[in-house]
């Protein structure tokens, strides 16, 4: 499902981002990213969702060739994955409705396939009754469930998720994950950043970790140091 062969990203100045990094995500598997900040945890998931492109090695997705995406096809390929990110990144003129129906409204998506897809995200992450509030009315965990919805609106096979526990209280984190949990139980591929050991250690799944840049440890490869 995704897929890193010596993949390497160095940003213009010589900053080394990730430095040959190879590991292999199956279909309908659930993982975390971790490591210090400035790690690369970010860039790797930029690559993944073709906001970033690699200096060196292939990143697939569905075997497919993320570097030969042409610009023209990038939209094509962002339908498969769901991006959520720690600061929400909703739009405060628009409702929750509204932020989560846009990337339906890009797809070109017919109004009642929107209004059905829209409440059936928002009936997932327990958000039904603020379809038409405000996002600066919701709680900062209301919001990341908000853009959690947003993601996965249109059903994509592929969720990346980026420290979307980052600014919440340890119960709320637990909460945002074992909604991340339900998706993977229903096929998704999930993939999430985060510096929180503690809450990975207690959810038990593959852990990804990056040091400067490399991928030190990787339980199906052992140390790759």
Known sequence: MIK?????????????AIEKVSFHLQQGELAFLTGHSGAGKS????????????????????GVCLNKVTAKQVP?????IGVIFQNHRL?????????????????GSHRRDIEKRVHGALDKVGLLNKARCAPETLSGGE????????????SPPILLADEP????????????????????????????????????ARMKYRSLTLKAGKLVVDPLMGDTL
């Open 43 to 62: 860039t790797l998931l930029k690559l993944i969702s073709l906001m970033e492109r690699p200096s060196a090695g292939e990143v697939y997705i569905n």
């Open 165 to 200: 526990t980052g600014n919440l209280d340890p119960e709320l984190s637990v909460e945002i994950l074992k909604l991340f949990e339900d998706f993977n139980q229903h096929g998704t591929t999930v993939l999430i950043a985060t510096h929180d050991l503690g809450l990975i």
């Open 91 to 107: 739009l405060d003129r628009y409702s929750v409705f509204d932020n989560v129906a846009l990337p339906l409204i890009i797809a």
């Open 4 to 16: 890193f062969e010596q993949v390497s990203k160095t940003y213009p100045g010589g900053h080394k």
């Open 76 to 80: 094509y390929v962002r339908r498969d």
């Open 143 to 154: 919001q990341q469930r908000v853009g959690i919805a947003r993601a996965i609106v249109n």
